[in-house]
């Protein structure tokens, strides 16, 4: 584990992200950054997405801070995708069956 519990792969899957986020989108804007807490302060961003995995990579590829995801439970299984989802500190959420 690295700094504050993160994997030590964050910063590499976050590059990776962030080159993802150039190649498939154009502009990427953000706004309202002057809101967000220093380092340090706790914080919740919270969105709501229609896409399985797009927002969560955007996200994580352009916010200069640690992002946590909430990840469905089942997405560790995935043997590509669970590797992602490991290295992107996901934290997994178990749903009743």
Do not use: Q
């Amino acid at each position: 584990m690295g700094k504050g519990g993160t994997p030590a792969l964050y910063s590499v899957i976050s590059w990776l992200f962030h080159g993802n986020t150039t190649v498939f989108y154009a502009t990427v804007e953000k706004k309202g950054l002057e809101n967000v807490p220093p380092e340090g302060e706790p914080t919740i961003l919270c969105f709501n997405h229609g896409n399985s995995l797009g927002d969560p990579i955007v996200c994580l590829g352009t916010t200069p801070r640690v992002v946590r995801c909430f990840a469905e439970d089942t997405l560790w299984k995935i043997p590509f995708i669970g590797t992602l989802v490991r290295m992107s500190a996901a934290i997994p959420v178990y749903r009743k069956k």
